[in-house]
């Protein structure tokens, strides 16, 4: 099969619904004078494709003229199919309607009907004022610079100019803290992202430097909803980062009463409340309130439909990540592994779905609680095989954390499904792994070196000892919240007294949830 890299055209015509593919053909008839029947059939054959082939396109079509310059073909109904969705989505948000509004100001302005034109003008401003839009604000304040040096500042005070300028400084201002936060958070992410939460004091350094930053110690000026979510999502994220949840938690409930508020300013981002949503779920779970954090998962579940947030391939794709990640950590943390697994198809057919489109660290997360979650019930080969297709498929430099968790998970695994010839070449791979991304940590270390020694021809007795002795060691240091980072994923203390007593180790896993609950 012939086939061509350069397939933008087929992923937008296969991103299409059934009723944006219908108004393509009614806007192409409608619209296109010439040619338009060339551009259905074109569109027609490239959306039966389920993978794109040029060469057989271009064989299918040989004897149309369009085939000879198909390049420049294809670069024209790539552009018709965005004005096709321009037009159908003209009216779906704020943004559009706005900038849609500003073009109509400019058609007016040019056919000096300058009347209408201004009340055009002005209802734009109080949509983005309404809203919170000031990039909008931006593009009116210009065009009302235009309408002040058109009437040769006829009616325009001098009050009225020192005002204009007043909401210039405000404006810029809140845009400039704005763009400063986004930066910070940003910075702060991107180490997140890639280190997960902190295991030692230079980590933790480097968040407390974060901060330290002027915008994050003087909460009072803020000015802006945006900025003031911003300074919330920042401390939230560090705060969990630096293994304090509950300050995680208490920044979380800000924000999610700031967007509640404020939801004029928020509405054409539903991400960022589902994300709060989820995130509260995720830390409230950590902190032991397993029954609020599924109150809270059903409440993310719910949000799309009592917000009427718009349905589209990006909000489905969120739905499906985050809440199918939750609800499968939620299960596994609280020792609930057989409600885990059942989540296990609907996940494998929503990552086979959307498996071009998640990004690294989000399906290297699912391969590692898919894998956790088969280990809990027993299932040890499909978790054997979950967690190869995490350490063989995924990008390593991208996503430390769970690959890390990953491999220990994988030296479990190989241990209990007695694959020993395996477990020497793993283990060099694993320490060399940990020790790279300076990960070796005293848990870590301790749980290498258990595996390494259990491997080996030894009595059951001096088995049994290797077991107890690795789960007093890591009973003497659970508390310390450097090591307890492993805990949110991975429970080695549970599977060490599933080996010591014989109970299984989801059995274990229960009770250990249960007591935290009752110590929260």
Known sequence: MNTN??????????????????????????????????????????????????????KQFRKETFTNRFAITKRRLYETVLRCLDAYYAESSVDARARRALHHVEILYKRALYPEAEKMLNSVRRMAEQHGRNAILVAVREWECRFMEGANYTGTASAALVEWEQEGGTLRGAMAQADALWLLKSSAFRQIYKKGQARDDQELDALRHVLDEPLLREPEGLMSPRSNYLYHHIKSAVAF??????ESREHLLANKAIIEANYDHFDQEPSLLLGVLSNLAFVTARLGLPEEAFALLK?????????????NEDLDLKLFATSYSLELGLHCRIGDFRKAVDLLPN??????RHGSTIGPVRKAGFYFQMAYAAFGVGDTETALRLTNKLLNDISIDQTEEPICYGRLLHLILLYETGRTDLLPYALRNTSRFLQTRKRAHRTEQLLIGLVQSVSRSISPKRMGEQFQRFHDQLVAQEENTLERVLYDHLDPI???????????????????????????
């Open 5 to 58: 890299q350069h397939d933008h055209l087929h992923r937008l015509i296969h991103s299409m619904d059934r009723a944006e593919k219908r108004y393509f053909k009614v806007y192409t008839s409608r619209h296109l004078l010439v040619g338009h029947s060339n551009y259905h059939v074109l569109f027609d054959a490239i959306d039966a494709q389920e993978q794109y082939d040029e060469g057989a396109i271009l």
């Open 241 to 246: 980062a630096m293994n304090e949840p509950a």
């Open 299 to 311: 409440e993310f579940r719910q949000a799309p439909a009592k917000r009427a947030m718009p349905e």
């Open 347 to 352: 996940i494998e057919r929503g990552l086979e």
């Open 494 to 520: 549970a599977w060490a007294a599933s080996k010591i007593t014989g109970r299984s180790f989801a059995e274990i896993v229960k009770e250990r949830s249960s007591r935290q609950r009752k110590a929260a």
